[in-house]
Structures are given as C-alpha cells and as structure tokens.
C-alpha cells in the first residue's frame, strides 16, 4: 500500500515540474525580450533571464529618443537594433524549442519523465509558434539590419558633405 502511494506522489510531482514545449515556445516569441521563456525553463534565478530586459529597454529607450530628437538622433541608430536583435533571437529561441524532438526536449527539459509524455510532442500550437516566429523574427530582423546600415550610409553621406564644402 505505501509504494502505491508514492508512485502517484511521484508521478504528481513529475508532472507539476514538467516542461511543456509549446508553451516555451510562445513564452520565446510573445515575452522573449523580457526572458520569460529562461524563467520558465530555468527558474528565476537564470542569469540571462534577468539581463535579457536591459537590450529591450534600451531599443525602447532609443525609439523614445528618435520620438524626441527626430530621426538624426545617432546614439538612437545603436539602441533601436537592439531591440530588434533581443526579438529576432528570441524568436530564433521559439524556433529551435518548436523543432526540438520530443526525445531531446525530455532529455533535456524533462528528465524525469518517460520519452512518450506529451510535454515534448509536437502539437499545432507548437507549429503555428514556429511559423509565426520565423514570419514576424525575420522581419524585424532584416528591418533592424536595413536601419542600422541605413543610418550608417547617411551618417558617412553627410559626414562627406562637410569635409567637401
């Protein structure tokens, strides 16, 4: 009578700790600036989860500068990418988490469950997340790489006009 009582203690405790791959997928795409993905899988007491705030404030910071200064705001040309940057890996994040295989996702997330738990099976939410976090991730991606290098051949225009007049 006592073991069968603990092997439901367990098998309650193991599925309380689960890590659900769908889940950490959106928490990727949706709240990745704010590292509630690392929160998630890792606990709060993740490193990475705590620091990555602090390139998202700052690209929120310089989309306020240029708000403020206008469009010639240089210190702005360095702080609006990283925003774009935190978000496009993040969604890169969502990605890999969606396209990992049930089996490595328990090894690694789960190990104290069995490979046929659903907590690791590849689901439509899991799909759509990877979709939409390589739609929306490439996009801010390449507009974040256009407007730094954008702002950067502006930069060197005008800096050219002033050494030839």
Same mark, same amino acid.
């Given at each position: 009578?006592?073991?069968?009582?603990?092997?439901s203690t367990n098998t309650t405790a193991a599925q309380a700790t689960t890590k659900n791959k769908t889940v950490a +997928?959106?928490? +990727?795409?949706?709240?990745?600036? @704010? /590292? @509630? $993905? =690392? *929160?998630?899988?890792? /606990?709060? *007491?993740? !490193?990475? /989860?705590?620091?990555?705030?602090i390139p998202t404030a700052l690209g929120v910071y310089g989309i306020q500068r240029v708000m403020e200064y206008g469009?010639?705001?240089?210190?702005?040309?360095?702080?609006?990418? @990283?925003?774009?940057?935190?978000? %496009?890996?993040? %969604?890169? =994040? %969502?990605?890999?988490?969606? #396209?990992?295989?049930?089996?490595?996702?328990? %090894?690694? *997330?789960?190990?104290?469950? +069995?490979?046929? $738990?659903?907590? /690791?099976?590849? =689901?439509?939410?899991?799909?759509?997340?990877?979709?939409?976090? #390589?739609?929306?991730?490439? !996009?801010?991606?390449?507009?974040?790489?256009?407007?730094? *290098?954008?702002?950067?051949?502006?930069?060197?225009?005008?800096?050219?006009?002033?050494?030839?007049?």
């Amino acid at each position: 009578m006592n073991t069968s009582s603990n092997s439901s203690t367990n098998t309650t405790a193991a599925q309380a700790t689960t890590k659900n791959k769908t889940v950490a +997928a959106w928490l +990727a795409f949706v709240g990745g600036p @704010l /590292g @509630l $993905h =690392r *929160f998630y899988l890792y /606990g709060l *007491f993740d !490193t990475l /989860g705590w620091l990555l705030p602090i390139p998202t404030a700052l690209g929120v910071y310089g989309i306020q500068r240029v708000m403020e200064y206008g469009q010639d705001d240089q210190f702005s040309w360095i702080l609006i990418p @990283l925003l774009g940057f935190t978000f %496009a890996g993040c %969604a890169l =994040r %969502a990605i890999l988490y969606g #396209l990992m295989t049930p089996e490595k996702w328990n %090894a690694r *997330f789960n190990p104290q469950v +069995a490979l046929d $738990h659903p907590a /690791g099976q590849t =689901r439509w939410a899991t799909i759509f997340a990877i979709g939409l976090s #390589l739609l929306i991730g490439t !996009t801010v991606l390449m507009a974040s790489i256009a407007f730094s *290098f954008q702002r950067y051949f502006e930069y060197q225009i005008e800096e050219a006009r002033k050494i030839s007049q």
